[in-house]
């Protein structure tokens, strides 16, 4: 099952810091929480003024998220992020790192810009700027993204 993932988060500080996380898997079924556990005052200015503003809840602990977003995956995912370095590391992070990743988990996300380039595709979908740096609104986009790769 293909699950298109995104978030948002303050990299100010080692580690960075998880504030919220969106999925989105092809059945168009949907996952979205913001970390409750994450200190807002302390994120960078553009975070404040770009991200914050959107989040809007639901919120939840670390573990709360890990465990709810391992029952939305389900058991044989195929992960797919936008220049999702930052994604795929926090994710791993919600399980004590890339070796603790749930059972049949790949230990690897694919990189919808990275196969865009491979494809020698160079347009994408539009996207309203009042629903960037929103995760499940980019996890959205993530999949039409996806989508107009596939385009006949």
């Known amino acids: 099952m293909k699950i298109f993932v995104d ?3 303050d990299d100010r500080d080692n ?3 998880l504030l919220s996380l969106g999925a989105v898997n092809e059945d168009g079924d949907e996952f979205y929480m913001e970390n409750a ?18 989040l ?9 998220i890990a ?3 391992r029952s939305f995956v389900g ?18 992070q919600l399980y004590g790192g890339f070796r603790n990743l749930p059972g049949p988990w790949p230990k690897y996300y694919n990189d919808l810009a990275a ?6 595709v160079h347009t994408h979908p539009g996207q309203d700027a009042d629903e960037e740096h929103h995760a499940l609104h980019d996890a959205r986009w993530n ?3 996806y989508l107009h790769l596939h385009r006949p």
């Not at 807002?40 to 959107?54: G, H």
């Not at 809007?56 to 709360?64: C, D, E, K, Q």
């Not at 058991?75 to 791993?92: M, S, V």
């Open 7 to 9: 978030s948002e988060f």
């Open 37 to 54: 556990d994450a200190d807002l005052t302390l994120v960078s200015p553009w975070v404040w003024q770009n991200v914050v503003p959107k």
């Open 75 to 92: 058991h044989k995912p195929e992960f797919w992020a936008y220049y999702g370095t930052y994604d795929w590391y926090l994710i791993c």
């Open 56 to 64: 809007t809840g639901p919120m939840a602990s670390i573990g709360r």
């Open 143 to 145: 999949q039409r993204y």
């Open 115 to 120: 196969y865009a380039n491979q494809l020698k």
């Open 67 to 69: 465990n709810e977003f």
């Open 15 to 17: 580690p960075p810091v």
